[in-house]
């Protein structure tokens, strides 16, 4: 739509730049052509200006986009790395399995010889095998041997029991526990990839609003190049009716002289004429004289005469022009800033109340549902901490420590993931969707990327 005005503009400019009435003095059209350059110039003017303004806009969102491009960067590599763990997970998952099908094996062999064996205590023991081995007249020594014997059978069997019941709970344990971390690893991974997706979007948008600025400082500029040629073609204008009007006023100066100089010649003429009728005159009187025969006296007279002459005057003119322009400019800035105040005991003792509400994608709900990063700044909220919600910006607030120096209320971040510590080595977070918000008991469960210390 500007686009349009400003050629709308544009035309009416460059026609009044060419059409002039037939009726009108050369003065009139100079002045005329000057305001049409006055404006032509004004509307110049304005363009520079909308150009100057988009390209501070563009260079702004240029910014912006190099930024996304950082972050997009940084959660594809986290992602990546998301994916290479979940294959690590799931290799010690199917490793785990296997000891737990190689124990069954084991279990399933061990119960056929503990069969074998309880059917021989059976059929050697028992009630009636006492009985037979004392009716047999075996010696007190055998009978005491036999006894040891079976007392030796069970509490083989009861030890295989257990041992065999340690190694399934303990193989059944780090299963489940396994497939914690994995389930974490892989709520972490559907984060980061709706955050690249989130990325890629917002860069497409800002791609296509840095394109429509260049389309528009393109269309700008070709607007502002036949403004200066609008510009050329008044000012040639100009000076052609300036030196229309200068050779005018010479020509005006050069008849108004040759008619003096035409004046001047007459006036002397008629003088040199005045002159030699007076001289006939006096030279006929002489001769007149000189032939009288007669005696009587003669007194020849004789006459003057003056003139006056005049001479005309001209005068000249004289033109002057001056145009003047103005300009502004502009700026603005902002800033931001946040405070807050609590102990790590407080963070952990807050937190932890929420245990067992839903995870949810994106959300900020420690009731309803929060993300990891979520869950984080809200609970910091709390206690008026601003921080934001991004597990990989959670990564730069407070100030870093080492995960051996951890404390309760430090925040453990890992790739794509975080949790706040709570103490002996567990961290209490929003863990995926089956789980929701939980403890678990190993924070080093994956590549602990870094700790920080908010309070």
């Given at each position: 739509?500007?686009?349009?005005?400003?050629?709308?503009?544009?035309?009416?400019?460059?026609?009044?730049?060419?059409?002039?009435?037939?009726?009108?003095?050369?003065?009139?059209?100079?002045?005329?052509?000057?305001?049409?350059?006055?404006?032509?110039?004004?509307?110049?003017?304005?363009?520079?200006?909308?150009?100057?303004?988009?390209?501070?806009?563009?260079?702004?969102?240029?910014?912006?986009?190099?930024?996304?491009?950082?972050?997009?960067?940084?959660?594809?590599?986290?992602?990546?790395?998301?994916?290479?763990?979940?294959?690590?997970?799931?290799?010690?998952?199917?490793?785990?399995?296997?000891?737990?099908?190689?124990?069954?094996?084991?279990?399933?062999?061990?119960?056929?010889?503990?069969?074998?064996?309880?059917?021989?205590?059976?059929?050697?023991?028992?009630?009636?095998?006492?009985?037979?081995?004392?009716?047999?007249?075996?010696?007190?020594?055998?009978?005491?041997?036999?006894?040891?014997?079976?007392?030796?059978?069970?509490?083989?069997?009861?030890?295989?029991?257990?041992?065999?019941?340690?190694?399934?709970?303990?193989?059944?344990?780090?299963?489940?526990?396994?497939?914690?971390?994995?389930?974490?690893?892989?709520?972490?991974?559907?984060?980061?990839?709706?955050?690249?997706?989130?990325?890629?979007?917002?860069?497409?948008?800002?791609?296509?609003?840095?394109?429509?600025?260049?389309?528009?400082?393109?269309?700008?500029?070709?607007?502002?190049?036949?403004?200066?040629?609008?510009?050329?073609?008044?000012?040639?204008?100009?000076?052609?009716?300036?030196?229309?009007?200068?050779?005018?006023?010479?020509?005006?100066?050069?008849?108004?002289?040759?008619?003096?100089?035409?004046?001047?010649?007459?006036?002397?003429?008629?003088?040199?004429?005045?002159?030699?009728?007076?001289?006939?005159?006096?030279?006929?009187?002489?001769?007149?004289?000189?032939?009288?025969?007669?005696?009587?006296?003669?007194?020849?007279?004789?006459?003057?005469?003056?003139?006056?002459?005049?001479?005309?005057?001209?005068?000249?003119?004289?033109?002057?022009?001056?145009?003047?322009?103005?300009?502004?400019?502009?700026?603005?800035?902002?800033?931001?800033?946040?405070?807050?105040?609590?102990?790590?005991?407080?963070?952990?003792?807050?937190?932890?109340?929420?245990?067992?509400?839903?995870?949810?994608?994106?959300?900020?709900?420690?009731?309803?549902?929060?993300?990891?990063?979520?869950?984080?700044?809200?609970?910091?909220?709390?206690?008026?901490?601003?921080?934001?919600?991004?597990?990989?910006?959670?990564?730069?607030v407070g100030r870093g420590v080492s995960y051996a120096e951890?404390?309760?209320?430090?925040?453990?971040?890992?790739?794509?993931?975080?949790?706040?510590?709570?103490?002996?080595?567990?961290?209490?977070?929003?863990?995926?969707?089956?789980?929701?918000?939980?403890?678990?008991?190993?924070?080093?469960?994956t590549t602990i990327l870094a700790v920080r210390r908010v309070?």
């Amino acid at each position: 739509m500007r686009k349009k005005f400003l050629a709308l503009s544009l035309a009416v400019i460059v026609s009044a730049a060419q059409v002039m009435t037939v009726s009108a003095s050369k003065q009139e059209k100079l002045q005329q052509q000057q305001a049409a350059q006055a404006e032509t110039s004004a509307q110049l003017d304005n363009a520079k200006a909308e150009i100057d303004d988009l390209e501070t806009k563009k260079n702004q969102i240029t910014g912006e986009i190099d930024d996304l491009d950082a972050q997009l960067v940084v959660t594809m590599a986290s992602v990546e790395n998301l994916k290479n763990e979940i294959a690590e997970k799931q290799t010690e998952i199917e490793d785990t399995q296997k000891k737990l099908s190689d124990a069954q094996a084991e279990e399933d062999e061990q119960y056929e010889q503990m069969k074998k064996r309880i059917k021989f205590l059976y059929e050697s023991g028992g009630d009636n095998g006492w009985a037979a081995l004392i009716l047999e007249g075996k010696d007190l020594s055998s009978i005491l041997n036999q006894a040891e014997y079976t007392q030796k059978l069970y509490k083989y069997d009861r030890e295989c029991l257990q041992e065999y019941m340690d190694l399934v709970q303990q193989v059944t344990d780090y299963s489940n526990q396994l497939a914690d971390e994995k389930a974490d690893l892989e709520a972490s991974e559907a984060e980061q990839e709706a955050q690249q997706q989130s990325l890629e979007e917002m860069l497409e948008q800002k791609k296509a609003v840095s394109d429509d600025y260049e389309n528009q400082i393109a269309d700008l500029n070709d607007m502002a190049a036949q403004y200066n040629a609008v510009l050329a073609e008044q000012n040639a204008k100009i000076q052609q009716i300036q030196e229309e009007i200068a050779a005018e006023e010479a020509a005006k100066a050069a008849e108004e002289a040759r008619k003096a100089e035409e004046a001047r010649q007459a006036a002397e003429a008629a003088e040199a004429a005045r002159q030699a009728e007076a001289a006939r005159q006096a030279e006929a009187a002489a001769s007149s004289a000189a032939n009288n025969t007669t005696t009587a006296d003669n007194t020849p007279s004789s006459t003057g005469s003056s003139t006056t002459t005049t001479t005309p005057s001209n005068g000249g003119s004289s033109y002057d022009d001056s145009s003047s322009s103005d300009t502004s400019s502009s700026d603005d800035s902002s800033s931001s800033s946040s405070t807050g105040s609590a102990t790590g005991s407080a963070i952990v003792s807050y937190a932890t109340q929420f245990i067992g509400n839903p995870y949810v994608w994106g959300g900020t709900s420690l009731t309803n549902g929060a993300d990891c990063s979520g869950f984080i700044m809200s609970v910091y909220a709390h206690f008026g901490y601003d921080l934001p919600h991004s597990s990989s910006a959670l990564r730069g607030v407070g100030r870093g420590v080492s995960y051996a120096e951890a404390q309760p209320g430090d925040i453990i971040c890992y790739s794509g993931h975080v949790a706040i510590y709570i103490g002996g080595g567990a961290i209490v977070h929003a863990s995926n969707e089956r789980d929701g918000i939980k403890i678990s008991s190993n924070a080093a469960y994956t590549t602990i990327l870094a700790v920080r210390r908010v309070v």
